[in-house]
């Protein structure tokens, strides 16, 4: 009767474990959120992102991501004239849609239901680049910035309306690359609650002009943070 018991008892011990084990694995992972990054404002872009099993701790990835990139010497004023806010010399904005194709490598596994898994990201891919002018508030009209007709900064009133450059845009194509790591938090083993900390480069085939007194570039290059959340199976 005892052996019975503890041989019943083992039993049940080691298929609670490889159920638990089983549980605690996944296939799939889907993720969204928001990026933040050196070349972006308050807000960089937003993301979206699958991962599926390749291999034991190896996944491939698939991603979108879009984002706002800024030229690093914009600054914002405020008008002399309406107190409203605009960035001064700025021509046009430029946001990119990214494509990303990698991997992700998990080295370090959390605990079941706690504690922090860490992963190794690396992707790259195709980029379309959205070249919209950026619109000022001049004389009481709404119109594309000039550098040879707005050369008085006190004669700014604000800018445009948001995207009001948009339709007018102008497109490029380019190539995108990043690398990071991934901290995954939360207690939930089908939720997923993280940030990706890492280092990207953008390159397009010419230069971007974004604010024509200064120098412009072809190549992006930004530490970035992406916060995410999500859901696996």
Not at 106 to 128: D, E, F, R, T
Not at 203 to 218: G, H, M
């Amino acid at each position: 009767m005892n052996k019975t018991l503890i041989y019943f008892l083992f039993s049940l011990s080691v298929l609670s474990s490889y159920a638990q084990s089983e549980l605690d694995d996944y296939h799939t992972e889907i993720t969204w959120g928001v990026n933040k990054n050196t070349n972006g404002g308050l807000l960089g872009g937003f993301i979206f992102k699958i991962a599926k099993e390749r291999a034991i701790d190896k996944y491939t990835v698939i991603g979108l991501e879009l984002v706002n990139v800024k030229h690093p010497l914009e600054q914002r004023y405020l008008s002399p004239v309406s107190g409203s806010a605009f960035i001064w010399g700025k021509q046009n904005y430029l946001y990119s849609f990214r494509g990303q194709y990698g991997r992700e490598y998990l080295l370090y596994k959390k605990a079941p239901q706690q504690g922090v898994q860490i992963s190794g990201v690396i992707a790259c891919g195709p980029s379309i680049g959205i070249i919209a002018p950026y619109y000022v508030l001049f004389n009481g009209n709404s119109e594309p910035f000039d550098p040879s007709r707005h050369t008085n900064f006190s004669s700014i009133q604000g800018s445009g309306r948001l995207f009001e450059g948009l339709s007018e845009s102008s497109l490029t194509a380019g190539m995108n690359v990043k690398a990071g790591l991934s901290f995954e938090f939360g207690s939930f083993k089908n939720s997923v609650v993280g940030i990706e900390l890492g280092v990207s480069a953008e390159v397009f085939p010419k230069k971007i002009i974004l604010v024509p007194t200064q120098e412009n570039n072809a190549l992006f290059t930004a530490l970035y943070m992406n916060m995410y959340w999500g859901t696996r199976r």
